[in-house]
């Protein structure tokens, strides 16, 4: 068996989630883990490398030399991980783990460490078109600012300081662009983000899990495919928020419909599962009852949560915290975590106690959530 040596990039924070999930997988073994990265070894074919959810990526390693240094005429030395780089076999390795089986064309991203007399475009260039005469494939540079042809090849660029890093995709995109995602709407959350909540979670068949600032459906749609015999719903103020989850999640058992989070039309204790990124005035402002009184949510939260239940929630600071404590919520995980530059905190809250569970609620035809994605 052929073993080889990949590369999973992620959220920042994310990364003890995702190796976790490479090795509940049984995908190989952890060799490195740094900055949005986790480094691992596979020892024969593992197509299963491309359904990694809380991954936004995953490379074949395909060369490494030394770091070219930081003058402008630095940057076309980065040509030789061209050469470095063993096509053949880069080919066949990706094949065996789910990528496609051909070089149609060529797209390089880039990124460095630490300051540089050249830009990133200046290193795409250099070994993008490197790669695409040794291939006799096209190149198309990331410096027009257009998306490159369908079926380009992926190679990354990393250059750290001590070593200059050539990366080949292993999918033919990368792993964040989902299929289901076919509207988007503004503050719609990150799916690997959403994956990594539902793991989170820890939801169990027959779970009723509940969404109550759904949005576009991203969390729900994430956590039906973590847990397919899992109930989940989703409630939204907003019906352009409801459009979009209804069509996102389309041929799913999710249920949406429209609801204040404020007042949710569910009995108490009849949830075994929150997850939420409520609207707290980042990209979306709360409204209804919540933009009077915001601490109406953690309410809600906590009478909607069974005996034992937890929640799953990202903040945009520890100090949302107090007024879920001040509830009878209990913190059991704090997680600091970067997203498009931003600090913001996953926390796992559990239901210290409260009314018992109503076992049998659902949503009915009649109810605000009663409509079901098919």
Known sequence: MTAASLVARCVHGLEPILAEEILELGLGTITRMGPREVCFRTRGPQPRVTGLRTADDVFLLAARCE???TAKRDAAGLARLADLADPGRLLRLRGEHGGPGAFTGVEVSASFVGGRNFNRHDAEDAVGRALARRLGTGYHSRRSGTAPPAGHSGWRVTLDGVHATLMLRVAGRPLHRRGYKRCSIPGTLHPPLAAAMARMAGIRPGHRVLDPCCGAGTLLIEAAGRQPQARLYGFDLAWEALRAAGENAAG??????????????????AVDRVLCNPPWGGQVTAGGLLAAAPSRWWAELRRVLAPGGQAVVLLPDAGGLTAGIAQGLVPAHLQRIRVSGAVSFLVRLASSGGPPGITGWRPTASSPAGRRSR
């Not at 799913?252 to 204790?269: S, Y």
Request: glycine share 20%.
């Open 67 to 69: 770091d070219v240094g």
């Open 252 to 269: 799913t058992h999710v249920t949406v419909g429209r609801a204040d989070a404020g007042r949710l039309p569910v009995p108490d204790g």
